[in-house]
Nanobody, 125 residues
Framework: QVQLVESGGGLVQAGGSLRLSCAAS????????MGWFRQAPGKEREIVSA????????YYSDSVKGRFTISRDNAKNTVYLQMNSLKPEDTAVYYC??????????????????WGQGTQVTVSS
């Protein structure tokens, strides 16, 4: 069993920044990948970013590329999402997720077995 605990969500004005954190505990895989997804009301859950165990492989959706940065601290079993230049369209519930590796169809939320509780990010105009 894997437990993911998120923090860092909140309300920010357009152009501002937030940093989300997600700490993994329990029986994690060796060399696991982690990712961030988001879901706005009435929309499907979509991938935002993902990172391999080593950090060599990263993925960003086109909508956040150049503004968001994913990173991880394996000594703390924690993944971060630094969000800069936030826009109102970034408003959503953000979820962290964990899977064994960053291979296959990892862009689909259905391919990630472990999830955090979600944290609300609201960007005002």
């Amino acid at each position: 069993q894997v437990q993911l605990v998120e923090s860092g969500g909140g309300l920010v004005q357009a152009g501002g920044s937030l940093r989300l954190s997600c700490a993994a505990s329990g029986r994690t895989y060796s060399g696991y990948a982690m990712g961030w997804f988001r879901q706005a009301p009435g929309k499907e859950r979509e991938i935002v970013s993902a990172i391999s165990w080593s950090g060599v492989i990263t993925y960003y959706s086109d909508s956040v590329k150049g503004r968001f940065t994913i990173s991880r601290d394996n000594a703390k079993n924690t993944v971060y999402l630094q969000m800069n230049s936030l826009k109102p369209e970034d408003t959503a519930v953000y979820y962290c997720a964990l899977r064994s590796s960053l291979t296959g169809d990892y862009r689909s939320f259905q391919q990630w077995p472990y999830w955090g509780q979600g944290t609300q990010v609201t960007v005002s105009s």
